[in-house]
């Protein structure tokens, strides 16, 4: 393969990371604070109304991820998919950051209900794009490339989904947009490069899909998908991998939640701060990537995946016990969890694809799409739990939107929900990757069996 063709792969695939993260971390770090300072909702209720959408979801996921990998189309069994979802993830998003007052119950219902969508739309999109990964991608160095492409474009996806917001909000609220105008423009401005970079990854891979694609079965039914789901949880590597993405999820996902909470009540930055923080992150993320790329290939993925997460979790914990009262430790705080999380996006998926192989030797069959949707509603589920309980701990610590200065018991629990606790959970993470058995050495022996069958 020559490498003008091996960067069109990497970069064409890579970019759609940039749309769907815009987007996942529009939803998970505005989404909450949304609900709760903007659209007049309680945290409990807000999170409750998360937590039902993303579980609901936890159902169509495992649908999506049997059909996609039993059913192909005339561009494969990965992409008409993806194409499907596009326009019911721009509908949903305009609609989740709409605000209504339908009174305390309708509001919930029709939040929850704009968010399943969302999820499902979402869900829709990214598990036949990763099952793809893992399709036109075979040695483990190169998924390690193909997955450092993608994580380059999710840190810019950053920009989109974190780091603008709030001075887009300000911008159309002196442009004397109402709140509800304001926010739906934002939404419009994050969907835009979003669907930018999923119609450059359909035109790039649509043609080396036709070369690429496996044969498949041709047929589904609930008895093939509950065995598909069966022989995969049955792997004792991939039930690691999966309790790495559970525990990550809920410290991620305490992170992202809180993160404008605590720089808002805690630290009472300006919206232009706040956006200086998150820009921290996307170039930290941006940053990291062809360092943690390095330290792929000389220490193997799961080593430096073991590495990032105990250097995050280690700090964070001590910035948490010293406390993080200035921007300067803010700052700090965001560049080493950045460090875990990059670690995370960038190798827990190329580890995932490993899986695929090793379940085609057990059981003679690929399951790419069902592995990674087992793996999403892992994460997905861990993640809204975490919202959820996140709503619970606010409102225990005195959470009350209406005041421009929250308690003094407040502030220390945005704390520990920001550093403490997250920190405590890396360092599991670290634990399980550390013992996870497959290593680049390991996945070459497996990639011999199945030659050596064929």
Known sequence: MRFSKEVKIYTGYGFASLGETALFNLMTAYCLYFLTDVAGVSPAMGGMSIMIATTC????IVLIGHISDSIAWKNGRRLPYMNAALPFICISTLLVFNIVDLGTTSTFVYYTAMLLIFWASHSLFVLPYEALGAEIIQGANDRMLLRSHSRFYQSVGNLFGMVIIMPLLKLFGDLGFSDRISWLLMAICVLIPSVISFVITNRTMAPIVKANSPPVPGKISLRILAKDYAEAIRIREFRLLLSVSLIFAIANAFV????????KYNLGLPESLKSVMFLVMALSGILFTPIIAVLARR???KGAMTGCFILAGVSVIVLGCIGIRSILMLTIFIIVFTIGSSGYWQLMFALVYDIGELNQVKTGKRREGVILSMSKIAYRFAAAVAVLIL???MTS???????????????SGFNLILSIIP???LLVCASLTYVYPISEKVHAHILEQLDQEE
């Open 256 to 263: 992202n939640s809180i993160l404008v909470y605590f720089m």
């Open 391 to 393: 709503g619970l701990l």
């Open 423 to 425: 920190g405590i959970l």
């Open 397 to 411: 610590f005195g959470y009350d939107p209406s005041l421009p200065v929250q308690p003094e018991r407040t502030g």
């Open 57 to 60: 979801n936890s159902i169509f």
């Open 299 to 301: 220490f193997d993925k």
